[in-house]
Nanobody
Framework: QAQLVESGGGLVQAGGSLRLSCAASGIIFSSYVMAWYRQAPGKQRELVARITSGGSTNVADSVKGRFTISRDNAKNTVYLQMNSLKPEDTAVYYC????????????WGQGTQVTVSS
């Protein structure tokens, strides 16, 4: 059974850093495009960053230069390093796994709260 477990969220002051982790189990991790999404109160869920099995990345314009996505296929884990955090980064962050990037076999984590105080 596929499972994605996020960790690393919390409360941080503006300008600070956090690193989110997402540990995957029950899937062939290397065959999945991994991504981080976020959802702020009253807003739609939005893509933050994604990474292919080969390590190619895409990052949303709103976080470009501040957030970095990476993965360790040996550990079945994807990371999101978040630097220079802003209050507008406050949201629940979700890990997403999409097999081959085809959006036909997709799994979600339970989410981790990130709160940035001003």
């Amino acid at each position: 059974q596929a499972q994605l477990v996020e960790s690393g969220g919390g409360l941080v002051q503006a300008g600070g850093s956090l690193r989110l982790s997402c540990a995957a189990s029950g899937i062939i991790f290397s065959s999945y495009v991994m991504a981080w999404y976020r959802q702020a109160p009253g807003k739609q869920r939005e893509l933050v960053a994604r990474i292919t099995s080969g390590g190619s990345t895409n990052v949303a314009d709103s976080v470009k230069g501040r957030f970095t996505i990476s993965r360790d296929n040996a550990k079945n884990t994807v990371y999101l390093q978040m630097n220079s955090l802003k209050p507008e980064d406050t949201a629940v962050y979700y890990c997403n796994a999409d097999q081959f990037g085809l959006k036909t076999t997709v799994f979600w984590g339970q989410g981790t709260q990130v709160t940035v105080s001003s």
